[in-house]
Each structure stands twice: as structure tokens, then as C-alpha cells.
């Protein structure tokens, strides 16, 4: 099930977005060194190549439209990345339309023209270029969702600061109200007392906390 539409993902599924982008690259030049070869007369070269196609016509559509724990297009700035001025998607699936096309034909036992074989080498190397700017689009993703999470760490370490500073000066009060009450006042100092030390504890967790970050 895919997360809901605009939902920024964890870090995890980014990972998974990175490396299921990145993979598209080496696909795309398998997918043309494979249909070559079978255009060349390799009888296994084929069926590698259909098999190839399936799984890069199967990560470019979780990339697109989500599914598997994926979201699809999030973000503006990966359906600008997609559906922008390189016109991504639709040249990705225009390779895709046409390696299909020419699979078809080499399984009919049509050989590989000259002109087709130039158009498969020429598209893929052009959409090189393309998957690269796909990839660092999800690895900008990654790195505004570590800031967005290290300041919002910064945020809570900054709260958590305040109320012991806070805590701190109860604590000390109730010190020394309890030492003004006199002996009556001894169960309630050390209470006050044990106050004090949680709350230097809790202060030297969120400064290494904020060091280790």
C-alpha cells in the first residue's frame, strides 16, 4: 500500500526511491547492449532482454504512481523533475514503447535495422542524462527531510532546555522553602533535592544528545 499522496516518506523508502532511480540508469544501458545483441543473432540475448524491460518498465511505474510501500510523486519538485521541461517521463516511456516494439519484431524473426539500432543507441544514451537528474531529484529529497529532521531535533532539545531550566528553578525554591520550614521540612528537601538532580540529568542528555547530532 502506498503512503498517502503528498506525504513526505521516511528515510527508509527515500533510500528505496534513491536506489530504485539510480538502478534505471544501468537497466536502460542493458536493455539496448541486449536488444543489440539479439538484433546480432545471441539466442539468449532476447529473453535477457524482455526480462530486463519488465523490471525497468516495473520501477519506472512504483516510481511514477507508487505502490509496493511507495508514494509515487510526492513532491512538486519530482513531478517538475518527471513532467518538466526534459520531459522525462515521456521519454522514458517513449524508450520503453520503442523497445518493445523492437523486441516484438526480433521475436516475429525480423532482423534489427540499421536505422532502429541507431535510434535504441541514441535514445539511451540521451536518457542517461534524464535518469541522472531523476536520481539527484530524490537524493535532494533525502537531504531536505535530514535538515527538516535535525531542526526539528533542535526544536525539541531547545523545549526540552526550557523546561529544565524551569524545573531547575522550582527545584531550587523548594530547597529552600524547605529549609526555612525547619526540621518538618527534611522529607520535602530531599525530594526537592532528587528534582534537582533529574533535572540535571535531563540537561546533560540534551547536550549530548545535541553534540552527537
Do not use: C
Not at 13 to 24: C, E, K, M, P, Y
Not at 30 to 41: E, M
Not at 45 to 65: D, I, P, Y
Not at 166 to 194: H, I, K, L, M, T
Amino acid at each position: 500500500m502506498a503512503p498517502k499522496t503528498g506525504a513526505v516518506p521516511n528515510a527508509d523508502t527515500l533510500s528505496r526511491l534513491i536506489n530504485l532511480a539510480g538502478r534505471q540508469r544501468m537497466l536502460s544501458q542493458r536493455l539496448t547492449l541486449f536488444v543489440v545483441l539479439a538484433g546480432g543473432g545471441r539466442a539468449d540475448a532476447l529473453s535477457t532482454a524482455e526480462e530486463v524491460l519488465g523490471q525497468f518498465s516495473s520501477s519506472h511505474r512504483l516510481l511514477v504512481q507508487g505502490g509496493d510501500g511507495l508514494p509515487g510523486l510526492f513532491s512538486q519538485s519530482l513531478r517538475q523533475a518527471f513532467d518538466g521541461v526534459s520531459q522525462a517521463r515521456a521519454r522514458i516511456e517513449s524508450f520503453i514503447d520503442l523497445l518493445e516494439r523492437t523486441i516484438k519484431s526480433l521475436r516475429r524473426g525480423e532482423p534489427l535495422s540499421e536505422a532502429t539500432q541507431s535510434a535504441l543507441v541514441d535514445t539511451s544514451s540521451s536518457l542517461l542524462s534524464v535518469l541522472t537528474q531523476i536520481t539527484q531529484a530524490y537524493e535532494q529529497e533525502a537531504q531536505q527531510l535530514s535538515k527538516a529532521q535535525h531542526a526539528q531535533r533542535t526544536r525539541l532539545n531547545e523545549e526540552i532546555q526550557s523546561v529544565a531550566r524551569e524545573a531547575r528553578v522550582v527545584a531550587f525554591n523548594a530547597q529552600v522553602s524547605a529549609y526555612r520550614a525547619g526540621p518538618g521540612g527534611r522529607e520535602f528537601a530531599v525530594v526537592a533535592a532528587r528534582m534537582a538532580t533529574i533535572t540535571e540529568e535531563v540537561e546533560q542528555l540534551v547536550r549530548a544528545s545535541m553534540n552527537s547530532a
